[in-house]
């Protein structure tokens, strides 16, 4: 099993030398506003009201969020989206859209949907979810609601395209789709191949719709290592690497596509700033050195593949640090940590293209 720890671990794995070189934020926000796109590994809320499996409103979910407060995201703590937000000096954790409410929206919004993907169709085996379609929605409304705080639609334009957009969407048109032949069709008809050139079709026009609504700082995530999961290894099987060989390639061919993405939209869209985050090179490190020993789930989880939470009310590990998986899917706090560090401040050339968040900010 040490070639799965060592090189195929999903939750963005990187030298404890690089967690302790975390910036000095300054009293003032670097942007404007931060607004935040994706799935579960940044849902802090939006399911929590709708009818759905994908929703972790329970213990032991929060244990170490401020309170012990089970706010509805996917792990023990801060998930990387809030750490995010910190790191680019925002007091506050940037509010769901589900309750966001009055001046709040002026500093951003959090769009995140645990079951949400690229394809509509995606997730809906857990039930309910926000699809990224309709988080675009969403944010199309959202600047409606800022634009009559701020009395001046111009003004508004401009004060959108300083602030930071995070995508980050694929997981579950692989996990909670392409992976599920017995409840989705799209492995019986595309190869994977075909599927991530259908994936990244979709995405483009999503992500023109984004710069549509003035986004034009966006930072857009890669997939990570899915393969790697305990869920998926359970489930399929482990390969020689200690992780499934065949669904981290697939992955692969989608993240492979990324790069080209931002740079045709740099290159054709107007004031365009995109960068892509490399989740795929962040993976790779030794998650010894890092201090992480444990690579099983830190709570009693739920064997539902597509679920593969915890239980509700089960005490989880008492030493929460040396783990790398909360649940059956999702990083730990302090793996989150880690992968909004380096997101933020790459650590390697090859974390981000064509420069680290905290780079876009300045921008």
């Known amino acids: 099993m040490a070639s799965l720890f060592e090189s195929c671990i999903l939750p963005f794995i990187i030298l404890m030398v690089f ?4 910036p000095v934020i300054s009293a003032e926000p670097q942007v404007p506003c931060y607004f935040v796109f994706g799935d579960s590994l ?9 009818v759905t499996q994908a929703k972790v409103n329970y213990p032991p979910y929060g244990i170490d969020f401020p309170g012990q407060n089970a706010t509805g995201r996917f792990t023990n703590g801060e998930n990387s989206a809030d750490i995010i937000g910190r790191l680019l000096g925002f007091a506050n954790y940037t509010p769901p859209y589900a309750t966001a409410r009055g ?7 959090n769009y995140g949907s645990g079951g949400s993907g690229i394809r509509d169709e995606t997730g809906r085996n857990l039930g309910d979810r926000v699809t990224f379609n309709e988080q675009l929605l969403r944010h199309g409304i959202t600047k409606l609601r800022i634009s009559v705080f701020q009395r001046n639609i111009s003004f508004t334009k401009e004060y959108l395209r300083k602030c930071i957009y995070t995508v980050g969407m694929g997981n579950n048109d692989y996990l909670n789709n392409y992976l599920m032949p017995d409840k989705y069709s799209t492995s019986r008809i595309y190869t994977p191949e075909r599927y991530a050139d259908v994936l990244i079709q979709q995405y483009s026009k999503q992500l023109k719709a984004l710069y549509n609504y003035e986004a034009r700082k966006v930072a857009v995530f890669g997939l990570g290592l899915i393969g790697c999961a305990p869920a998926v290894v359970s489930k399929f099987g ?3 690497s200690g992780c499934v060989d065949r669904v981290n ?3 692969a061919l989608f993240n492979e596509k990324l790069k080209p993405l931002v740079d045709d939209f740099n290159s054709n869209l107007t004031g365009a700033k995109f960068i892509y985050i490399n989740t795929t090179n962040i993976n790779l490190g030794d ?4 201090g992480f020993s444990v690579f099983t789930p830190c709570c009693i989880a739920s064997v539902d593949f597509g679920k593969g939470q915890c239980e509700p009310n089960l005490p989880p590990c008492s030493d929460r640090d040396i783990y790398i998986f909360w ?4 990083p730990t706090q302090r793996s989150n940590n880690i992968t909004a560090t380096r997101s933020y401040m790459a650590a390697s050339p ?12 300045q921008q």
């Not at 940044?42 to 709708?50: A, H, I, M, P, S």
């Open 249 to 251: 390639a697939a992955v």
């Open 327 to 330: 649940d059956e899917f999702h």
């Open 238 to 240: 482990a390969n020689a």
């Open 19 to 22: 967690e302790l070189q975390i």
């Open 287 to 290: 998650p010894i050195a890092a």
């Open 103 to 109: 001046p709040d929206i002026l500093q951003g919004v």
């Open 42 to 50: 940044v849902d802090n809320g939006n399911n929590n009201n709708l």
């Open 350 to 361: 090859f974390d981000s293209y064509p420069m680290d968040i905290r780079s876009l900010a």
